[in-house]
């Protein structure tokens, strides 16, 4: 079964910038749902961004202003461009894709709505 594959994670001090990749090789960008979420040790996973088959992407309220995410369609590639991290950032990232359902409903910030994830890469901000 297909996998993202994320990458890019590492430690960076407060107000600085990382770059996420997730490689997407095993799915389009068109006729699927992808995005970011992260995990903190005990807290629940929490949705980044998600972009959806025309690209639009929607974003969570804790990231809008500092991070961007963006595509590379020919090689199937989402980068997620994190600027102005926060401690609070401090996070397991995962990637994750599903197939947008024949009813095409819009994309969600929802994990439980995605069954391909790859398996994270560790983001840590330090103050």
């Known amino acids: 079964q297909a996998q993202p594959v994320e990458s890019g994670g590492g430690s960076v001090q407060a107000g600085g910038s990382l770059r996420l990749t997730c490689d997407v090789a095993?799915?389009?960008?068109?006729?699927?749902?992808i995005g970011w979420f992260r995990q903190a040790p005990g807290k629940e996973r929490e949705g980044i961004v998600v972009t959806g088959n025309e690209g639009a992407a929607i974003y969570g309220d804790s990231v809008k202003g500092r991070f961007i995410v963006s595509r590379d369609i020919p090689t199937k590639i989402l980068y997620l461009q994190m600027n102005n991290l926060k401690p609070d950032d401090t996070a397991r990232y995962s990637c994750?894709?599903?197939?947008?359902?024949?009813?095409?409903?819009?994309?969600?910030?929802?994990?439980?709505?995605?069954?391909?994830w790859g398996t994270g890469t560790q983001v840590t901000v330090s103050e």
């Open positions: 994750a894709a599903q197939i947008v359902p024949w009813n095409n409903p819009p994309c969600r910030l929802v994990a439980g709505d995605y069954r391909n």
């Open positions: 095993g799915f389009t960008f068109s006729g699927y749902c």
